[in-house]
């Protein structure tokens, strides 16, 4: 199995900070990583797939990096309903999640 | 406007089987380019993919699942189902249905675009 290792597990930030957050694969995945949002009582949101592809409708404060082993989740200006819980997830070989970044407001 | 909910029971004993609905709106189980994939969350945990299932009934499982797990769908109705056998109270968790498209040449990632609010199911004595 595939296991993804996001850090840090938990983020305070405040409006307007540029955030960057971290996911690691076990292996290499090329490129087979997305990314997405959570809130307590919403559905998921998709934010990035391909690791670098924005979804459509996403804000272009977002944006992915990585390939292989590692990659990265930017938010660029954080606005307050950014702060939520991000997981990464692989796609290379079956599918498996990340543990989650909580993004707290400082 | 694409939506999908789930439905199911909320509360379940022990070696029970356990049957979620997912009802899909604004786009068809027929398409071919579009899949409906499972999965659930424990309580403080990582989310897990179960299952999913596409338009030429191809059907892949969690290894780890794979022996209590079924998928399948009812396109006439818009529905996909899971059914879980035996279920423990390890498999508390909220269940998620997603749609996924299909991957292809072109663009080789899959990917859950739209998801459910999930429906959060306990298992306990």
């Known amino acids: 199995d595939v296991q993804m290792t996001q850090s840090p597990s938990s983020l305070s930030a405040s409006v307007g900070d540029r955030v960057t957050i971290t996911c690691r694969a076990s292996q290499n995945i090329n490129t087979y990583l997305n990314w997405y949002q959570q809130k307590p009582g919403e559905a998921p949101k998709l934010l990035i797939h391909g690791a670098s592809n924005l979804q459509s409708g996403v804000p272009s404060r977002f944006s992915g990096s990585g390939s292989g082993t590692d990659f990265t989740l930017t938010i660029s200006s954080l606005q307050p309903e950014d702060f939520a819980t991000y997981c990464c997830?692989?796609?290379?070989?079956?599918?498996?999640f990340g543990q989650g970044t909580r993004l707290e407001i400082k | 406007q694409v939506t999908l909910k789930e439905s199911g029971p909320v509360l379940m004993k022990p070696t029970e089987t356990l049957t979620l609905t997912c009802t899909v709106s604004g786009f068809s189980l027929s398409n071919v380019r579009m899949g409906v994939t499972w999965l659930r969350q424990p309580p403080g945990k990582a989310l897990e993919w179960l299952a999913h299932?596409?338009?030429?009934?191809?059907?892949d499982y969690s290894e780890f699942l794979k022996s209590r797990l079924t998928i399948s769908k009812d396109t006439s109705k818009s529905q996909v189902v899971l059914t879980m056998t035996n279920v423990d109270p390890l498999d508390t968790a909220t269940y998620y249905c997603a749609r996924m498209p299909a991957r292809t040449l072109v663009y080789p990632y899959y990917y859950m675009d739209v998801w459910g609010k999930g429906t959060t199911v306990t298992v306990s004595s």
């Open positions: 299932i596409f338009s030429n009934d191809r059907r």
């Open positions: 997830q692989q796609t290379y070989s079956s599918f498996t």
